[in-house]
């Protein structure tokens, strides 16, 4: 689990990064996340009219009805740049960003033929946003076209219900036994251990759970 993203708060284990990439004036990358967040704020607000800040961009392709790979977003500053090369420098990062945690992790160096990359996107996206997504992975050079079954995309809640039937039963949490107020334990702990792999589960779908139902 990526729990260091370059510029995040000191002291706080950030688990998410937001989405927002940065570009040179020449548009070249820059940075993402945090870094690209607050390194185009502490710019000064003439030079900033230069940079290209996306923001938030995600959703974007999902609510363009005519998305092709010619679709384009618009920066903060008003250029236009396409779509896909804007996720494919996101995904790039991605790229680099998950190498180097392995390596730093468990001194393992893949190669690119060892790695089969998975790139979740939410359930409500059309076929095109897939597609889209896809062609990005091949841009942003996760892989080969000519190697299409080393990419795989997949929805986010299937994804995330892969992972919680790979769960033991000890790593579930019965919301009907312990009542929880915003993220606590009546006693004020958080209930779960630090490593977060607990999940917590309604009431309904423990019991089909422990019974080993789908």
């Not at 420098?89 to 190669?111: G, I, M, N, P, T």
């Not at 990359?117 to 990005?136: C, S």
Request: net charge negative; glycine share 6%; hydrophobic share 40%.
């Amino acid at each position: 689990m990526m729990r260091r993203w370059e510029g995040g708060d000191p002291g706080v284990a950030n688990q998410k990064s937001p989405t927002c990439l940065l570009l040179t004036p020449d548009l070249r990358f820059h940075s993402f996340g945090f870094a690209a967040r607050d390194f185009y704020h502490d710019l000064d607000p003439e030079e900033a009219q230069h940079w290209l800040y996306f923001d938030k961009f995600k959703m974007k392709i999902h609510s363009t009805s005519d998305l092709t790979m010619e679709t384009e977003l618009e920066a903060v500053n008003g250029q236009k740049v396409r779509a896909i090369e804007v996720f494919a420098h996101a995904l790039h990062f991605f790229r680099e960003h998950a190498l180097k945690e392995v390596k730093d992790q468990s001194s393992s160096v893949l190669e690119g033929e060892d790695i089969r990359w998975v790139i979740t996107v939410p359930a409500v996206w059309r076929q095109p946003a897939k597609q889209f997504m896809r062609e990005a992975g091949y841009l942003a050079g996760l892989v080969s076209p000519d190697c299409p079954e080393q990419l795989l995309i997949a929805l986010e809640p299937e994804a995330a219900s892969i992972y919680c039937r790979k769960l033991r039963l000890h790593q579930v949490i019965d919301l009907s036994m312990q009542p929880i107020t915003n993220g606590l334990d009546l006693d004020g702990t958080r209930p779960f251990d630090s490593s977060f792999r607990q999940v917590f589960l309604p009431p309904h779908f423990v019991s089909k759970y422990s019974r080993g139902e789908s």
